[in-house]
């Protein structure tokens, strides 16, 4: 009789092979289950993307970074700008209404170019066009007179090092792709230096020119004489390379005032939505709000750390309380290589295990196409899912790996990353140049940037559970 009531219960207790109960007596979610919750968001998108595509939010976000970029214009760490950027977002994040906004002391390089200029005098006198890279030594007063050599790559350079004793090296290295030839911008002047040269002048890591220098950060090494070095216009690069190939001699004077300062005080800025049930857990929206010393940094970072700000806006201009803290971070001294997020990242990675994603934004607003994604293949099937919410703007695709200097750090140690993707065809046209202006940006693509940022962050901050890692 036992027996026979033992079938009986068990027949009705419910059906869930292979799995154990959690704390609070319920079972773990199918992916049809979270699909079922993502499904459930529709309308909060929709209104979402109302608001910033077509309803009264829409282009905020581009008209604040253009009072912002006309008002502190660019923003290179240790700068007075950067300074009064940071209190400006200080004010305005205040202003908006948003939690918890306060700063978090940081300390960041402290390099200023000052006067700079470089002419050929042989074969004939022509102004070079060249902006001087980030931590580079400065020339004698008089400055430098010597002859140039020009290689198109590294190892042409180790094959002719005899040859470059004492001149200037012209690198007129082919673009390829950002990644792959920022190489001779970040270590070109150890090369040079390796093999005798005076001076490196290096062409623009740019897809694009109209006789404009890029600049960037670069490297010295321990060792290794320490010489100036700037980036030339790509025009001047082949020009100099044809002039070389002819047989013609070459000879430029180069004069930099750069100089290095002691680390200066700086701050990380941050605002929340604090969370309505887990304010402990975090879901991160980032951009950085340094910038070069050229342009405006409307496009770098000026955009990601603006439709970072609007995602909060938007979702509190919508009345939506999130279960877990939206927190926003306007990063410092990341064109030196993320100094202020790596410094974050110390000060917060005790609570890891409650940093649900963190998202960064660094490679323009352009026309959205999606999000790079790094993290589980779990974690990936869920924000494919939250991805088709946007089908309304149809930017529904998910990449392979977030790319982002500033959340590497929290990334490296298992936390799931998302960094904008867009259209990138023109962005190395102005990146780190004059050109990085409010004119690169537009309105409507903000626009529809900012629905992205904000459906994703809002949505993964709402789910009732975490992101598996």
């Given amino acids: 009789m036992k027996c026979v009531f033992l079938i009986f219960f068990i027949n009705f207790l419910p059906r869930y092979p292979g799995k154990s109960l959690r704390r609070d007596g319920s079972y773990p979610k199918t992916f049809e289950d979270i699909k079922n919750e993502i499904a459930g968001y529709t309308d909060i998108a929709k209104a979402i993307i109302d ?12 008209e604040r970074l253009a009072v912002f970029a006309d008002t502190i214009g660019p923003r290179l760490s240790g700068m007075k700008n950067l300074d009064a950027a940071i209190k400006y977002m200080f004010s305005a994040l205040w202003e908006d209404g948003l939690e918890n906004v306060h700063l ?5 390089p402290h390099w200023e170019r000052g ?5 050929m005098l042989e074969p004939r006198n022509h102004s070079i066009a060249i902006l001087g890279l980030g ?33 200037i090296v012209v690198y007129n290295e082919p673009f390829i792709s950002y990644g792959e030839t920022v190489r001779y911008r970040s270590q070109g002047a150890v090369e040079a230096a390796k093999v005798g040269a005076v001076a490196s002048l290096i062409r623009s890591i740019a897809s694009f020119s109209i006789h404009s220098p890029h600049t960037g950060w670069q490297n010295y090494q321990p060792g290794v ?5 700037a980036c030339i216009s790509v025009e001047d690069a082949e020009m100099m390379s044809r002039m070389s190939l002819r047989g013609i001699k070459i000879i430029v004077h180069l004069k930099m005032g750069a100089k290095t300062y002691p680390d200066a005080p700086s701050f990380n800025t941050v605002a929340e939505i604090v969370g309505s049930k887990y304010p402990e857990q975090i879901v991160l929206v980032s951009g950085h709000l340094d910038s070069w010393d050229v342009g405006q940094g409307a ?16 979702i509190k201009d919508l009345g939506l309380h999130p279960k877990r803290t939206l927190r926003l971070v306007l990063w410092t001294g990341e064109e030196q290589g993320g100094i202020g997020a790596e410094q974050y990242y110390q000060l917060h990675k005790e609570n890891i295990s409650n940093f649900d994603i963190v998202m960064e934004s660094d ?3 352009f026309q959205p ?24 703007i149809n930017v529904t695709d998910v990449f392979d790996n977030a790319d982002g200097t500033d959340i590497d750090y929290w990334m490296r140690d298992g936390v799931p990353g998302a960094s904008l993707r867009d259209d990138l065809s023109k962005y190395f046209w102005f990146h780190h140049s004059q050109g990085d202006t409010m004119t690169v940006q537009d309105p409507n693509q903000m626009n529809l940037c900012a629905a992205v940022w904000t459906v994703v962050s809002y949505v993964i901050a709402d789910m009732e559970e975490m992101l598996p890692r």
């Fill in 51 to 62: 608001l910033a595509v077509h309803g009264k939010a829409q282009n905020r976000s581009y």
């Fill in 104 to 108: 978090e002391p940081v300390k960041v």
């Fill in 115 to 119: 006067e700079e200029f470089a002419m």
């Fill in 135 to 167: 931590s580079s030594v400065g020339t004698p007063p008089e400055g430098i007179t010597a002859e140039v050599i020009v290689v198109a790559s590294f190892d042409e350079l180790h094959k002719r090092a005899q040859e470059a004793k004492g001149k």
């Fill in 225 to 229: 004489p320490r010489i100036p070095t």
């Fill in 299 to 314: 496009m770098d970072d000026g955009g990601g750390a603006f439709i970072s700000w609007e995602a909060l806006s938007l």
């Fill in 363 to 365: 490679e323009g607003t």
């Fill in 369 to 392: 196409s999606g999000l790079g994604f790094t993290g589980s293949a779990k974690a990936r099937r869920i924000v494919k899912e939250i991805m088709t919410l946007l089908q309304p």
